[in-house]
């Protein structure tokens, strides 16, 4: 018996630290509210955000979209457009031209042959100096020259002249042409119609030679009546 209490008091008497690691191991950090709240709230505005700029990439894809459309449809317009004045353009009895400030022609319709003679590839590249005579074309130019020194909202003007046939005959005309200016206000090209009044003006020769035929004969009455 005396054995086992010598025994008993070797033993190094139990102390409760409050640690059951002993303090090998670190104590675990505690988490604050306010660093949760933190985290939350910065995947809070996470969220917002990536749905700010997926609201914004759509509206912008509708937009293009939208823009696509429009710029297709008046593509498509403009083609149906062009058809409709080139359908006009190549089956008008008159000629539709342009110019520009050289008096070179930059554009003929296919009138051009059967009023003048000339295919529309001779005539496009001439000027207007080619196809009348030196007096025809002064006057003509005189009244160009008035025109570009004039508002640019006025609606043209209309004039009768002659011009050459390709075999050197005069043909009888009347232009209706306007002058067309740029976004600075200078003149840039010249646009018009050109239509043939060749039998209007023998009508007209016919009917004068007939009215002085009628005054003389009737003149000639009246002296064998005296």
């Known amino acids: 018996s005396q054995d086992v209490d010598v025994e008993l008091e070797d033993e190094e008497p139990f102390v409760d630290s409050g640690n059951p690691d002993d303090g090998k191991n670190p104590p675990e950090t505690e988490t604050k509210p306010e660093s949760v709240f933190n985290v939350r709230s910065l995947s809070l505005a996470a969220v917002i955000l990536l749905v700010l700029v997926g609201f914004l990439a759509w509206q912008l894809t509708e ?35 342009t110019m520009n400030m050289d008096l070179t022609f930059t554009y003929v319709n296919p009138a051009i042959e059967k009023i003048f003679g000339y295919s529309v590839d001779e005539w496009i590249g001439s000027r207007l100096s080619d196809h009348a005579k030196p007096e025809a074309f002064e006057r003509m130019w005189r009244i160009i020259e008035g025109e570009v020194g004039k508002s640019p909202e006025r609606q043209g003007v209309l004039f009768e002249s002659e011009l050459l046939h390709k075999d050197g005959s005069v043909i009888h005309v009347e232009i209706h042409g306007k002058v067309f200016f740029d976004k600075d206000g200078k003149p840039e090209q010249l646009q018009g119609t050109t239509h043939d009044i060749s039998e209007r003006i023998r009508a007209g020769r016919a009917l004068r030679k007939a009215n002085e035929e009628l005054e003389l004969e009737i003149a000639q009455r009246k002296e064998a009546e005296d």
């Open 63 to 97: 937009k293009s979209n939208k823009l696509q459309a429009a710029t297709k449809k008046a593509e498509e317009a403009q083609v149906v457009s062009e058809r409709k004045y080139r359908l006009l353009a190549d089956n008008t009895l008159d000629v539709i031209w």
